[in-house]
């Protein structure tokens, strides 16, 4: 008897992470007489706890064409984490929703938090002999995902730092007697996408790129900037949310999976250099819009975010279960990848970090690493505007 | 005898400065035999001070028409303020190398600020008795001018603004429990920029508009947002850079004109939020972005730079001067405009915030409000992009 297929859409949102779910549906509706329903899970797990399943073959033609360009998850997403202890009683609630409405295959698209979610959801569903698959599609701007190649979305918030830190680089250098910016860029312990503005051309980057792979000496740094304001009346530093220094962590707020909310390292900079060197320095958080920003998403990453979609959907349905997508390349130029499944215990909690050989120090990375990202953000997505207003779906939502 | 024009970039730059720049370039191309040269001015007056002036006429057919996707002043600009005594001898520097260049018409393209720069220039070259005509080009994203419907940049920054608050509010609304946001817009003390967002739809739009035009009381602010935040699980404001409410701004830098430099009320706001309330708050500050963003230029607004370029050519060289082009509109819908040349002593130093009419509250703006803006952002202009990243023109500037 064929079964539902439920979708979860998991952690922090990416431009592209409506994609996938896009991939998931065309592909389901494609292989209608093998399924009994395409259903969303609202808010992540949240949604197969208490029962908050949406029934996505009732919205409209066009909504579904839309979250090509939709950030933010559609369905709702989540930082809930699951309890260790099978025995917990959630887990009744999880199968109670999974048995009511006879769900056979579990989409988890997220990152490495949410890859632990499905790490635990497949254990669940094989000790308790349910028949039920679990498969993960990868997705984080982090780009800090195991095994994969690199994460779908990571390519597209890569592609927009870098056309958003081009544009603020060609402004912030017109005055004589400029300032100190400190450009603040996201990705967690990881650099990936704040060295991503090394792609851009020496007159239009920032002058130095701190990442959290590195040490950061904070006596060093305000030499450095110092110098290159005095030698050229400006200085412009990308740093990652991730770089350390001593500085007021007090009222930050901690996360599920016990992971401090960033954010905010670019003020408590300003304010340092600020006050130690008394230069005109403004910080400059890109906060939300670099992984909200579908009007530079990148077409590589579009497609393979529906090759991805596609491969989870078809292995599923084969049987697979306990396994992500990932992206394996195989060439940089011309640009080669294969699509494989991979044991989601492999990747499940674990973070990668860019990789020594790919760092070449305070102001640059090393050919390899811009081999390794170039092909990534190639080509436009044709986006569409309403009134010179982007277009987004809005889910109607029909509880089944 | 022929006449060189030269053009001055003045005060902070917009995504549509270079376009200005442009429109003129094209048009005195088109003149050659009326001009004896099209010169460009370093870093604004501070060019002319100093003798840094550029031959425009020697850069590339490409850089040129690049101009059209390039943010912040391609020839650099200044904050600089002419001294009121005309008899300063840094006046007499201005006429030495206006007379050593052989020019005969400058043209400013700024905002109120550099308008008031084009008011002393035209009286100083009238008292001198200098054949020097000096001509206006309205530029600022605050469009904060009087006289024009509006200044050139503006429909492109708001355009910028609109899409971007868009696409934050999509993401930002995807938590069960998700955070308040405070989202700082630019404007100075005018809120037309933050005003803006009042096009969105209501479920991809902040709650709260906070604009300079308005009292803003921290109290019921505060109110405001415990009660949206503990009914949706996030609340979402906008705010003008130039709201007040008591915060510390002992360590806020003054400019030439004796502006304090705004940016921060964000930041200020949501650390009152976090300690009065206790509730997750984010400040997102939009920055150098919403006026450096050339990808969501708006054609409208393209199309305008244009045609203001034109008009101030064509009245310079029949002898106009101490005037600025003037954008009047006809009719809403369809949308009609006229270019004409206004006093510039009507609008140098003078402030124009939003008509009392135009304001609806701290949650919307009027209808008139949305006749008003509506027709400003139709229309994109195609970028060039050369492997995903957009291209910027670096002009080669040849000395003179």
Known sequence: MAKALVYIQSGGPTALINTSLYGVIKEAKKHKDQISGIYGSLNGIEGLIDDRIIDLNKEKDDTIELLLQTPGAALGTTRYKLPKDIRDPLYQKIISTVQKHNIGYIFINGGNDSMDTCQKLSILCKKQNLDVKVIGIPKTIDNDL????????????????????????????CYKKGKIFIIEIMGRNAGWLTASVDLLPKN?????????????????????????YQKKGHCIVAISEGIQFERDTSTARVDAFNHVQLGGASDALAKIVETRLNLPTRSIELSLIQRADSILASKVDHDEAIECSKLAFESALKGETAKMVCIIRKSDNPYKVEYKLMDIAEIANVEKTIPFEMIGGKTEMTEEFRN?????????????????????????????
């Open 146 to 173: 195991a095994v994969t190649d690199h994460c779908i979305g990571f390519p597209s918030a890569a592609k927009s730092v870098i056309n958003l830190v081009k544009q603020i680089c060609t402004d912030a250098r």
């Open 204 to 228: 239009a980057r920032p002058d130095y790129i701190h990442l959290p792979e590195n040490y950061f000496d904070l006596d060093e740094f305000l030499k450095d900037v110092k110098e290159t």
């Open 372 to 400: 390794y990202l170039k092909p990534l953000i190639q080509g436009n997505i044709n986006i569409k505007y309403k009134d010179g207003i982007i277009e987004v779906a809005t889910l109607e939502k029909h509880l089944i």
